[in-house]
């Protein structure tokens, strides 16, 4: 619920996410975290702030780009087409 509402970060509050809870496995739990902004490593800082530690981050999309089936490391080339 903190993490919904916003923490506060460097002495303003990060805007309201989306948490999702997404599985629970013995002692891990995968969330889905939307966010409206994204400060300098505000997934790691957040959940450290609230007790828990990051152990990997996937990103899914950015703004109105989905990354889709790209795997880790992967890039394409983003044009108007791609909008």
């Not at 970060?9 to 805007?15: C, I, P, V």
């Not at 629970?24 to 800082?45: A, C, D, P, S």
């Not at 880790?72 to 791609?82: H, L, T």
């Amino acid at each position: 619920d903190l993490w919904r509402s916003g923490v506060n970060l460097d002495g303003r509050n990060t805007f309201p996410c989306v948490v999702k809870l997404i599985s629970i496995k013995y002692k891990q739990t995968v969330l889905k975290v939307i966010m409206k902004e994204g400060r300098n490593r505000q997934i790691r800082r957040v959940a450290d702030h609230l007790g828990f530690r990051v152990l990997d981050l996937k990103r899914v999309s950015f703004g109105n780009f989905s990354l889709g089936n790209l795997k880790e490391g992967e890039w394409r080339d983003i044009n108007r087409v791609s909008i």
